[in-house]
């Protein structure tokens, strides 16, 4: 079974300029994550989808990041403009949606903002 | 809301040492509780979990008490090994289980 598909792995971007992640998530998983992990912290929730409608985005900074899920399947989370804090790994999740708790994460991307 | 408090590290240990990391818990009910772990270069993996009070997760040589009395679920392995080097995540879901919330992360470094 194919993981959680994440890209680009690594990305470095000046402030103020925009960037974009995708995700794939494992196949039939209904519900999709973006967290975002600051170096040294725990991962933090930033949206939450069902299929392809928003559950949660109440820590999603609307100013500047947005997210969608076309067709429930593939996302994308876009940052613009990006700022200095913005440097984090971006990790995506996928999960069945039931009431397991058991979350698969990819290997996230990594974004620099110099 | 839900809450979970991590012992801080870094932990560094000999291999074969014993291994304890800390994990607190705030919640309403009783949910189900988490331990992931993130090795070098990769994504988040779930290593145990525990569904209900008195529960042991285990995998890998790691265990875990889901214990009520105490708010805790502390990860535990009898010998560490070299391999283990990672980070650690204790998480519980809020507002049910499909969403969760983790520690700040430990990582531990095993010295051979």
């Known amino acids: 079974e194919a993981g959680v598909a994440q890209s680009p792995r690594y990305k470095i971007i000046e402030k103020r300029q925009s960037v974009a992640f995708w995700c794939n998530p494992i196949?039939?998983?209904?519900?999709l994550y973006w967290y975002q992990q600051i170096l040294g912290q725990g991962p933090k929730l930033l949206i939450q989808?069902?299929?392809?409608?928003?559950?949660?985005d109440s820590q999603l900074p609307k100013d500047r990041f947005s997210a969608e899920r076309l067709k429930g399947v593939d996302s994308t989370l876009k940052i613009q403009p990006a700022k200095l804090e913005d440097s984090a790994v971006y990790l995506c999740?996928?999960?069945?949606?039931?009431?397991?708790?058991?979350?698969?994460f990819g290997e996230g991307s990594r974004l620099t903002v110099l | 809301g839900n809450s979970v408090t991590q012992m801080e590290g870094p932990v560094t240990l000999s291999e074969e040492a014993f291994l304890t990391i800390n994990c607190t818990y705030t919640?309403?009910?009783?949910?189900?509780l988490f331990w992931y772990v993130q090795y070098p270069g990769e994504g988040l993996q779930l290593l145990l979990k525990?569904?209900?009070?008195?529960d042991k997760g285990s995998n890998k040589g790691f265990e875990a008490t889901y214990r009520k009395e105490t708010t805790s679920f502390h990860l535990e392995k009898g010998s560490v090994q070299v391999s283990d080097s990672a980070v650690y995540f204790c998480?519980?879901?809020?507002?049910?289980?499909?969403?969760?919330?983790f520690g700040q992360g430990t990582r531990l470094t095993i010295n051979p």
């Open positions: 196949s039939g998983h209904a519900t």
């Open positions: 919640a309403t009910g009783y949910p189900s």
């Open positions: 998480a519980l879901p809020i507002q049910g289980a499909q969403k969760l919330v």
């Open positions: 999740a996928s999960s069945w949606g039931s009431n397991t708790g058991e979350l698969f």
């Open positions: 989808f069902q299929n392809n409608g928003v559950v949660d």
């Open positions: 525990a569904t209900k009070a008195d």
